[in-house]
């Protein structure tokens, strides 16, 4: 990987991503303030212990050259790189003016202090980039110049050791050029890591974000498939229910007269349907209670299953419809082996299926075969009829089995047989169930 390839890999120089900008806050005019009043503090110091004693200009202009660096710590976050320039200017200006103030230590910690700042907070990366290269740039000529001239050494440069290995012409350049290197790179590379931290942030915040959003969504998608339950359990209850009282009611009317027994046999049926429907319709509404404290209900049964598939083709037999069942199995138990999930969607399935028969087709037989492997379960309604003119429905039977079928990642087959007759198959795999 090449060197330049390098620095744009550490300075992000393709991250698009921006950091918002800083505003100026009442901490930062704390910082401000402290370090200008310590800037004074140091140098009275220095002027006490006599190391100042060469500075010719007055006293004001001093406290003016050393409380100046410390103002740029204002804005160095609010507009960074506008800072960072303006506080190299001042830098050179008050070096090239008198270069033992800005040896100061206030005045090198206020300006490493901008210098990290307008890395770290820097928008663009691009931008911050060729800020600092232009800078950077300029100390080296800077330097080069003062080393040429003398004044860069000046104040460094003592009585030399005649046993010295390196020369002072050398001493010196290496000298400063250490140091320069470890404060500028030292400066560059803290405000690096700071805007990689709040990069790092910014992306934990959105990733937050977006976790909570489709949470939500989650949350939505849940309630609305719930939603989708019990609006087929409530279609499948009522229209069975229904529909059985419906035919019980008129085959009691046709034999009120010849047959009484019958007739009572029928109104019995009738109460029975109608006390089930309520039982059920009971335990469907009974989740609707959002929010409140589940309340005890002795008339709550469980949820019928494959194995219940038997009672319900006998409930539908009688006088006007023959209802066959019929169980296949691999092996011994594998009914009963059944998940209660998909062995609930399959007698739905047959349910709505008789129902469908009863209430849309003129057929007098009908069949129910249950088929149990060892990787499929499998419920199949067919009969003899055809459609009955006049009671098309509104699909929603039909919808609500290939929403239970699909929600296993099973198949349905609903549509009129060949030698005539209609079917409902529905096959749904147990390994994914059991996964």
Known sequence: MAWSDRVGRFFALDDDWERPGGTITRGDALLTLTVVALSLFVLELMRGLGSLIEVDQPVWQQWLFTAIPALFLLTRRRYPLLTVAA???????IASYEPLLVSLLSTQVSYFLVVLGGVAWARNRRTMAGVYGVILFAMFLWLVWGFAVGQATKGMVGSPDPQAWIAPTVAAPVMLSIINILYFGGAVIGGQAAWRSARQRAGLQSQTQTIREQTGQLREAAVVEERLRIARELHDVVAHHVSGIGVQAAAARRVLDKDPEAAKGALLRIEGGSRDAVTQMRGLLGTLRMG???????DHAPEPTLADVADLAAERDGTALT???????????????VPTAIGHSLYRTAQEALTNVVRHSTA??????????HQHAEI????DGRPRPGTSGTGM?????????????????????????????????LRSEET
């Open 380 to 383: 199949e309604v067919t009969d």
């Open 87 to 93: 506080a190299s200017l001042a830098y050179w200006a």
């Open 292 to 298: 409140e404290a589940p309340v005890a209900d002795t």
């Open 397 to 429: 039977g039909q919808l609500g089995i290939r929403e239970r079928v699909s929600s296993h990642h099973g198949s349905v087959e609903i549509g009129p047989r060949p030698l005539g007759g209609y079917r409902v198959r529905a096959r749904i795999p």
């Open 364 to 373: 007098q037989r009908a069949r129910v075969i249950v088929r149990v492997g």
């Open 323 to 337: 209802v066959t069942h019929e169980v296949v199995e691999d092996s011994p138990g594998a009914l009963e082996a």
